[in-house]
Every structure is written in C-alpha cells, then in structure tokens.
C-alpha cells in the first residue's frame, strides 16, 4: 500500500501547545445594557465594572450582569471611564462626575451647569489626589468641589491621562506631551513622534512608553526619544482605541476595525486576533486583564469578549480531521495518535502531521468505532458493519477484512498473556481468536456464549488483566471475568453502581473500574475474595450516563458522562478532589463518545488525555490549577431583615457595599435575618461553593454548597457574628468574610400586673354587670319564647289529638262494616275478605301516622288512597277517584302532617257525592309551589251551596269540627306567613249552575330527614 499524506497540518503545535485560549462573548442578550463598552476595571470585590455609550455602568460578578443607569441616581448614561479610589468608584459620564459607594451615587459638576461637561479620564496622582480629565481641562476634588489643576492648561479634547513606572501623570493633548508633577504642568519635548494626533497611549513593564497616533503608526520610546514599534509588522494605516500591556508581558493592540493584536514583548511574536478567532466585534473600545488572567475586550457594538485559558484544546475537521464526530481514538506507543473521525477511515497524528486512511489508500471509508493495539504492535480496527481489519504499523498497510469472523458489530478488543485476541459484539457473546502474522489469517476460533454460562450474550465491554482473566462488561446484567474457562460475576446485588456497563479499565494499585449507567464500581481485584464499592453524584460526579472511563499515569481517573468529563485523584482505590470540565472549562464537545478516550502512552509520557466527541477531539493540555488557585473574592452582597434591605428599616447601620457596622443592635421582634453573599470566581463562575455559620447559634459550619444565602428566623436574644467562606470546587477555602457583631436585645420588661390597675378593675366591674344584665335579658327572652313554643307545640298536639279522634267518621266505620258483613252473607268471602284487609291495613296506617308530626307524602298518599277505596266500595261504586303528583316531586322524600287531605275528602263524599245524579269523581292533585306544598282536591258534586241547604236539614257536627281543627293546624304550620293555608273554590258550569268543589290546602315544603 502506497502510503498517502492527505495534509501537513503546520499549525497542529500550537493547537496542542501547553496552554490554549478561546473567546467567551457576552452580549445583549446576557444582560449587558448595551454594546458599546468605553472602558473596563475589576473593583476590590472582584467585580468587574464596564462603562457603556448610552447604557450606564454594569457591574458583572461571573454570572449576572447588573446595569445601574440615571434611573438609579447616574447624572448621565454615557460613561467614558471608571476608577476605584478608597473602596469607593469615581465614574466619568457626559455631563460630570459620580461616586457609588455601593448603594447609591453622588454627582459633582463645574461652572455652568448647563452645559454639560465630558470627563474622558480619571486617575491618581502620586500624592493620591484624584484627577478628572475633563472637556474643561484637568479637575481635582476639593472640598466637594471641582476645581482645575492648572488654569493655563486649555484643550478642547484630551488624549489621554496616563500613569507611568514612577507614579507621574502624563498627559497627552492633540500632539504635544505634557508631565504633571505637584500640580505643575510642563511640555515635555521629545524626539521620533510624528506629527499626528495622539490617541492612546502605554507604558511597558522596563519603563518605555508606547503611543499610538492617528495617523496609523505605533511609537515605542524611552527618555522621550521614539522610533516606530516594529516596522515590519502591519501596524501602519491603522486606527488605535486602545493600548494594555498584561502580567504576562504582552501588549495588547486595541484597533477601530482590525480587531485586536497581542504582541509578546519577551520574543516579539505577534498574534492577530478578529471575529474569525471569535472576537465579537472587529471595532476594539477597551482592554483589561483581571486577576484571574482573563483578558476583557470591550467592543464597539458587539458588547464584550473574554479571551481565556481553558485546559482543552479541540482538534476538529477545520483542524484537519476527515470529520468532527470522533467515534475511537488510540495512543499508540509509538507516540502516534489513532483517530476514527467521521467516515472517513483512520486518521494518524504526529506533532507536524495529519495522515487519513481511506478508499484512496486501500482502506475503507467507514466508522471506525473501535481501535487496539496489541502487543505486537498490530492496531485492530473495528469498522461499523465491515468485520474486524488489522492495520500493520511496520509496512504501514492495512489487511483486509480478516477471515473467519462472524461479527459485523464489534463493540469491544482486548488481548489475553497468551497472545489471544478477544472480541465481542452486543447479542452473540465473545470470540477468542488465534491470528497468524504470516498469513493474516485467523487459525482457530473459540466462542464463548450464554451456553458456556455468559449471564448474557450482549457483552459490550472487555479487559484482560494483569493475571490474564478476561474482563467482560454486559449491556444489563453487570460484569464479570473468565479465568480458566471458569465464569466469576457481579451485579449490583453485589455492590455495583449498575448493571449498564460501557468500559472497563484497570490501575496500577490492582483495582479494575468498571463505568456505565449513572456511576462507576471500584473492585478490589487481586484478593480472595473481589471487594465492591461504587461512586456517584454525592462524590462529585457530573453527569449520566457515563460513555467512558480511562486510568492516566499521572494518578488520574477520567470519568466521560453526557455533560463532559470529570477527573478524580486516584489514592489506593479512593477518589477524592473531583473536578468537572464542562463548556467554561474548555470541553466544547460535551458528550462523550464510548471506546473514545485515550490516555497518553506510559512509553511517551506527557499530560494530555484524548477525549472523543460529537464535536471533536477534545485533548486536554495538562495542568492548569495555577490559573484556579486564586480563591475566590468574597463579600456580604445584600443583608435583609424580614426579607427586605435592612438598610431601609436602619439606614444608619449599613455601611458602603453593604458593610455593617460593628456591634448592631436590633430589638427582640427584629429577628428574622437574611445573609446575601457571592464569591466572585471570573474564571469558573459556576465551581464556587459556600459554608457559613451563625456563632452564637450554631456551633459547626454548614456543610459546602452553592446556595448564595443564608436566613435565619425567629432568633432569641444574643449576640451574633454571621460568617461566611468559598471555594472553588476543587481549590482551598478563602479567608472568611464576617458581618460583625450584631445583637438582638432581650424584650423590654413587663408592665404591673395589668389586673392590679384600676382601669382595669373598673373595667372589670363594669363589663361584668354589663355582661349579667346581657345574659339576664337573654334568658328572660329566651325563656319567653320557649313557653310560646311549648304553648304552640301543645295546641298542635291537642289539635292533631283531635284530628284524630275526628278523622274517621263514625258513619263510615259502620258502612264500611255493614258493607263487608253483606259480601259474607252473600258468602261472597273472597271479596269480603279483600274489603276486610284493605279495612284493616287503613287502620293500621292511621294509628302509625297518628305517631309521628310529619309523615312521607308516599305515605299520606298510600292512606288517602286504602280509604277511598273503601268509601267508595261502602258507596257501591258511587264516585270514582284519582291520587297522583307531578313529575319533579319525590313523594318518599317530601315531609307533610299526617291526616291532612283526609277530611276533606270525606266532607267531598258526604256531601258533594250522595245527591248527584251523575257518578262523581274526586281528584287529588299534588304540586310544589315555591316553598309550599300544595294538595288540589277537586270534586263534581253538588257543590258548597246546595250542601248547606241540606246542612240545614241534617246536621253534620263530625265534618265541621274537622274542618276547624285542621285550619288551626294549617295556621300553626305556616305561622306568621301571608300565605293562606287552605282556600276553597265553587265551581260552575256555562249556565251558572254549580259544578262541584275545589279545595286548595298548602303547607311549607320539608324534607324527610
């Protein structure tokens, strides 16, 4: 095979140089107020502090940006710079000057208000005076007053206000250079400037002075001599905003529209940086290096970038490789590195190249999913679907497809101490395999499967180790090993993290690790009997499912999840100090890929570890901990009683930035207590954790996390110290940060015995009599109204007595009697019989509704119909009858007062049926009206008039004492009411003849209970 280099990749040195760095940009829309940044500094807090053209000041702690605008006291939104004096920051706007002590502003101005003045610079004096370079020359502070330094001094616009080596002041207007030592200005002559405007200017670490000019030329000096700054680099026609110089000793090179250049002052080398590197905006306003090292550019309209180290750098397809989907990667111990990116074949790295295996060279354009080297140093390949191929690094070929192997899907390769080549694919167990260097061919085959007793054919994983048993790692039923054709195995009734193995590695200590599902198991090997202990989320894994597990030399477990990778310190089987790497960290890939992960090889030993990604090749560089050693700057951001500022209940004791003063005192009901704090880390903003404790309170501190406040309610009396510490995740604890003392004082003693006061004895007496003369007149009126209710519940009982005795005519109990006896004269006993029960059981129904004051309408209903039955059998059929109710009524479930109806049927009988001609009829109807019940009794009998004729003939003292009695009952039941209870209507025909009677009874609706 003709070997083929597809690319030299020059720049691969300095894309895996020891320390690599990126762009994080920051904009709108992550809450800066605008995109316009004139200058940047990092207060005592760690803060970082940006001035905006037409947004205010934002204050950013790492993770939230904070604007603060004329809205909140600002003179003006256009700020020009920014400078910490005395805790305290000095802001230059376009209409003067403003102070911020942290919770609120103070604003100065000169001469004429009215017109606005402009403050370009601030900056201190060597006798710490501060110093504003304004539109109206150069300002002091003096008495609460602005004041000019030197009256001679005029201009128009100032350049610059800069401070050298030595704490002089220099000043820079139009082209001319001024000096400014005890408030004495002096021109300052030099040689080598153009003759072009000045417009920014620097001074470098060994003393020389740096200047830009507009005319698009740099000018390095010392001693006021100049010359051009580089002439062969490309710094003419250009337009400068800006000059920095870092504690790395670059200087940085703010442009107007070229972007940003780092010249390296130790070996001249010069970096240029646009938003093709990831720059957000070509047009440079400001540069700023915090103390973490970050680098903070302020753009012209593409808000700010922070250019940063990272411990990752990323080799992808705009790197050189074939793809940035990484599936294997392999170091070899030749020093290569093996890559299976995109489809595109095997791609081999060296320092200086890149060299893709494919089509072109004989090889295969596929997945390569998998990569071993053996110990014969032969590389086995696995691509996806093409069977296992072999590559020979000696004659740099690569064999075809080897024979005899039945596996398309090969998920994992391992070799045994014999020279036995192990692979395995998900559902048809392991292959052993003996491979022959001469012919390329496999010479024997031996397969091991669930009949052998494998828990699972699915195997997905395998290790051989240092004794020679074979490692196997199953999709669902944990892992196990095989040693002399014996089968050992775990789960997690065993001790593992999960039954989901992806890989499996092993150290140097004899502990095998095995990652899958949501943790990693450590087992004890090389014992007796295996030991298992597994580790998780609680010991600072971040997270799942976890892809890839890999054992560095340098003590070291890698654990590759879905959301990056997270290292361990290995120490004889135990991990501690846990750091994650995500996205801030440099791991732009995220999710890792299995079988992806390679340490560097024991024979060339370095600190980088090979990360495979759907992103790219993520490699990290080595050790970076000096950029995280720096802990975190701490302070009280907020303290709130009963949840709000504490400072607008007691003004008086809340010092700037929120500083309390010492020993407060609170009252006993002031108690409910908020601690708001942040530790400012503006290179890993999200790995910060808190502890705090409340002495006085508490006894130990609060176990580490990352809440960022603390509240405390209901505290007794005492004094307190509230006091808090952070830490970067994986560094050391910061000093701890206290509120000072407060107290909360005990609550003041009680009054005298109220009920020794004679208020309140005279109150006493007074209440109480009032109190028994109200109670006195309550139970007077309530006794009265009981006696008018025993009084009308004894004329009801009376009346129904009566009811009683009166319902049942005399007359018809006889006829009813007669009748029957005639029917068993007439031997007619069948008939007589039935007369005789219904006779009986209307009896019955009349003694047991007799019992109670409200019976069912059902009920009523049943009764009224058993005796008219009878009246009308005891009349010979004179009348015919009908009992029914509407619809919407529930007769079981409507409560009305037994023997009700009845008499007025009767009196319908007696005198409406007995002198008609015709067969009568009687209809009772039943209906709800509102809140009443209402029974219609509707006759076509003789009708009223006719009846009180013969009434006058006969008299019929039985009907009209039932009458009455049941109209006094009526007007029990519906008391003090307007509605009438019984109303009885003539009925005519078209001749004005009588027609009959209706008889309306109403009684208020209830229910049966």
Not at 925 to 942: A, P, Q, V, W, Y
Request: proline share 4%; with cysteine; aromatic share 12%.
């Amino acid at each position: 095979m003709v070997k083929f280099f597809l690319i030299i990749l020059l720049t691969l040195p300095f894309a895996v140089a020891s320390q690599t760095y990126r762009f994080t940009n920051y904009s709108l829309v992550d809450g800066l107020s605008q995109s316009e940044v004139h200058d940047i500094i990092e207060d005592s807090r760690g803060n970082l502090w940006f001035a905006t053209r037409g947004g205010g000041i934002n204050q950013f702690n790492g993770k939230r940006f904070k604007p603060f605008t004329s809205f909140d006291g600002l003179p003006h939104n256009n700020i020009q710079c920014i400078y910490e004096h005395k805790d305290l920051l000095w802001i230059g706007t376009d209409d003067g000057v403003s102070v911020f002590d942290g919770l609120k502003f103070k604003n100065y101005h000169y001469g004429d208000s009215t017109k606005p003045l402009v403050v370009g610079y601030i900056n201190l004096t060597e006798q710490g005076d501060l110093l504003f370079g304004t539109t109206k020359g150069i300002l002091k502070l003096n008495n609460d007053q602005l004041l000019p330094v030197n009256e001679n001094l005029k201009f128009d616009y100032l350049n610059f206000l800069t401070k050298d080596g030595n704490n002089k002041l220099w000043i820079g207007i139009s082209n001319r250079l001024y000096q400014l030592e005890s408030e004495k200005t002096q021109h300052v002559q030099t040689s080598g400037l153009g003759p072009q405007k000045y417009s920014c200017d620097v001074f470098l670490p060994d003393g020389s002075h740096v200047v830009a000019c507009y005319g698009g030329q740099l000018f390095v000096g010392k001693n006021n001599r100049f010359k051009p700054l580089l002439r062969d680099y490309p710094f003419h026609n250009k337009l400068y905003n800006d000059l920095y110089v870092d504690s790395d000793q670059n200087l940085w090179i703010g442009t107007h529209n070229s972007g940003l250049y780092k010249l390296n002052l130790k070996d001249s080398s010069l970096t240029h940086l646009t938003i093709e590197d990831g720059l957000a905006n070509n047009h440079i306003e400001s540069i700023y290096e915090d103390s973490w090292g970050n680098i903070w550019i302020g753009t012209g309209g593409g808000g700010i970038s922070k250019y940063h180290k990272v411990a990752f750098s990323v080799l992808n397809e705009q790197s050189g490789l074939p793809g940035d989907w990484i599936y294997s990667c392999l170091t070899r111990r030749s020093g290569e590195i093996m890559v299976g990116a995109g489809a595109e074949g095997v791609t081999i790295m060296t320092d200086s190249t890149i060299e893709n295996f494919r089509t072109l060279n004989g090889f295969i354009s596929a997945k390569i999913r998998l990569m071993f080297e053996d110990s014969r140093n032969r590389v086995w390949l696995a691509p996806e679907g093409q069977g296992l191929w072999v590559y020979d690094s000696v004659f740099r070929k690569v064999y075809s497809d080897v024979p005899a192997i039945e596996f398309d899907h090969i998920k994992s390769i391992t070799e045994d101490r014999d020279g036995f080549i192990w692979v395995c694919e998900g559902g048809k167990g392991l292959l052993k395999l003996d491979y022959s260097d001469s012919t390329h061919d496999v010479t024997s085959v031996n397969h091991f499967s669930t009949r052998n007793g494998l828990p699972r054919d699915y195997i997905f994983a395998l290790h051989t180790d240092k004794v020679n048993r074979i490692w196997f790692g199953t999709k669902n039923t944990g892992c196990g090993y095989i040693l002399d054709e014996q089968i050992t195995h775990f789960t997690t009734r065993d001790g593992m993290a999960s039954n989901a193995v992806s890989m499996i590695r092993e150290d140097d200590d004899g502990y095998i690790w095995v990652a899958g599902g949501d943790g990693i198991t450590r087992i004890k090997a090389f014992v007796e009997k295996p030991e298992l202990k597994k580790f998780g989320h609680s010991d600072g894994l971040v997270g799942i499912p976890i892809y890839q597990i890999e054992v560095d030399p340098n003590g070291y477990l890698w654990v590759g999840t879905s959301n990056g990778v997270t290292r361990f310190t290995r120490n004889n089987g135990e991990l501690s100090n846990p750091k994650h790497y995500g996205y801030n960290e440099g791991f732009i890939g995220l999710e890792t890929n299995t079988n992806a992960v390679a340490a560097s090889s024991r024979h060339h030993l370095d600190d980088r570890v090979y990360f495979g990604t759907g992103s790219g090749l993520m490699i990290y560089e080595g050790d970076e901990e000096a950029q995280q050693a720096k802990t975190p700057n701490l302070s009280l951001t907020q303290i709130k009683l009963f949840y709000q500022p504490l400072s607008k209940f007691k003004p008086e004791v809340i010092g700037a930035w929120y500083n309390m003063t010492n020993d407060i005192k609170l009252n006993h009901d002031e108690n409910n207590l908020s601690f708001e704090f942040f530790g400012v880390n503006q290179s890993n903003p999200d790995n910060v954790e808190y502890s705090w404790i409340l002495d006085g309170f508490e006894s130990e501190w609060t176990p580490p996390s990352q809440l960022t406040n603390a509240t405390y309610s209901n505290l007794p009396p005492g004094k307190y110290t509230f006091k808090v510490k952070c830490r970067s995740i994986d560094g050391t604890w910061s000093s701890v940060v206290s509120s000072k003392q407060f107290t909360i004082q005990a609550p003041p003693p009680p009054p005298p015995p109220f009920y020794q006061q004679t208020w309140f004895i005279v109150t006493v007496i007074g209440l109480s009599l009032f109190i028994l003369t109200l109670i006195g007149a309550i139970w007077y009126t309530r006794l009265k109204r009981e006696r008018e209710r025993i009084k009308l519940e004894r004329n009801l009982i009376e009346l129904e007595q009566k009811a009683l005795r009166l319902q049942m005519n005399p007359h018809f109990i006889f006829n009813a009697l007669n009748s029957i006896q005639s029917l068993i004269s007439s031997q007619d006993t069948k008939k007589a019989r039935y007369q005789l029960a219904k006779f009986s059981k209307l009896m019955r129904q009349i003694l047991d509704n007799s019992r109670s004051q409200m019976i069912s309408l059902d009920d009523e209903m049943e009764t009224l119909f058993n005796y008219l039955s009878i009246e009308k059998f005891s009349s010979g059929n004179q009348f015919d009858f009908d009992i029914h109710a509407e619809e919407d009524l529930d007769p079981e479930s409507i409560a009305v007062p037994p023997m009700m109806i009845q008499p007025f049927t009767e009196n319908a009988i007696i005198h409406g049926m007995k002198y008609i001609e015709h067969k009568g009829h009687i209809d009772v109807h039943f209906s709800r009206k509102g809140k009443l019940i209402e029974c219609k009794i509707d006759d076509n009998g003789c009708g009223r008039k006719k009846a009180a004729e013969i009434k006058s003939q006969k008299e019929h003292s039985h009907k009209s004492a039932a009458l009455i009695v049941t109209q006094e009952r009526l007007s029990i039941l519906h008391g003090d009411s307007s509605e009438k209870g019984l109303e009885i209507i003539d009925k005519y025909d078209d001749d004005l003849k009588a027609a009959g009677t209706t008889v309306l009874i109403r009684f208020p609706y209830s229910e049966i209970i």
